[in-house]
């Protein structure tokens, strides 16, 4: 009877050390795929960037819309306040516990809000 839960309890010590162990080890490694021939390459077509704009002698800096986890609660807040249409609510900071949304109006205005631990309001 002691025997048999030494038995036991080494299997699972054994069994739970193998799950510490990385996922690919042990096994045999996957073959790496063969490279496509060259006939089978399409070239991709390269777009050249956009002309830079200018205000003032300053060049203005376009930054691309990336939704954050409080996109749709400025959304909604920007609604409040009469704005509404576009790409909806793009974060313009890093991903934190405080952000800052920037959202283009149909009227040509810019609704900004800060959100502070999914806390959101408006900032003008």
Do not use: H
Not at 64 to 83: D, H, I, M, N
């Amino acid at each position: 009877m002691k025997r048999d839960a030494v038995v036991l309890l080494c299997s699972c010590l054994a069994l739970g050390a193998c799950s510490l162990l990385p996922a690919g080890w042990g096994g045999p490694a996957a073959p790496a795929p063969a490279p496509a021939p060259l006939a089978a390459r399409v070239p991709v077509a390269r777009q050249a960037p956009p002309a830079p704009l200018f205000s003032g002698g300053v060049e203005i800096e376009k930054v691309p819309f990336r939704p954050g986890v409080s996109s749709a609660t400025v959304e909604k807040l920007a609604k409040l306040q009469g704005c509404g249409g576009g790409a909806g609510a793009g974060l313009m900071s890093e991903p934190g516990p405080v952000e800052v949304y920037r959202m283009a109006c149909d009227n040509g205005k810019v609704f900004l809000a800060r959100c502070e631990l999914r806390q959101c309001r408006a900032m003008r």
